[in-house]
């Protein structure tokens, strides 16, 4: 049987924008047609994986070869660090998929990369009201949830 958690390819675009389609979450995916998402999402797709230094993507794939989750991670250099920063910027399963140990895999792919990368520290942010965050998914993966530190985004432009 082959492995299920693999290295993202363009050809996994389509998989991607299905997925985040089901999820029904970002505006920015599901108020355009199917084609606008899967050009959008093959560009992103592309650009990260045109360069392999700065960004990893992998995905997990049902007995079928359908994507039912997938995660990106950036790697930041930061001066004030002895090392690279991991920056977890999507994790995503399959609502019918969630609980079966797939974000776990998923992350372990990160950690293990961000561990031969030379990381100090891997971060991530996780909307408070997500089934994630209150049912502690992060915690339980042995994260740590930052007390002292707030998030703030500065909007460049309207959704």
């Given amino acids: 049987m082959k492995n299920p958690l693999r290295y993202a390819t363009l050809e996994d675009a389509e998989g991607i924008t299905n997925l985040l389609r089901a999820i029904g979450w970002f505006n920015a995916i599901n108020q355009i047609s199917v084609e606008e998402a899967l050009k959008k999402i093959y560009q992103e797709l592309k650009f990260c994986l045109n360069h392999p230094e700065n960004h990893s993507i992998y995905v997990y794939e049902d007995m079928e070869g359908e994507i039912i989750g997938y995660i990106s991670a950036h790697w930041i250099p930061m001066m ?43 971060s991530l942010l996780n909307a408070k009201h997500r089934v994630s965050y209150q049912k502690h998914f992060y915690q339980k993966q042995g994260w740590q949830e930052r007390d002292i530190m707030a998030n703030f985004v500065f909007p460049l432009r309207e959704k």
């Fill in 80 to 122: 004030i660090l002895t090392g690279l920063e991991g920056y977890v910027s999507e994790l995503f399963v399959h609502p019918d998929f969630q609980g079966k140990g797939i974000g776990p895999a998923l992350l372990d792919s990160i950690k293990e990369e961000a561990r031969s990368r030379g990381c100090v520290r891997l």
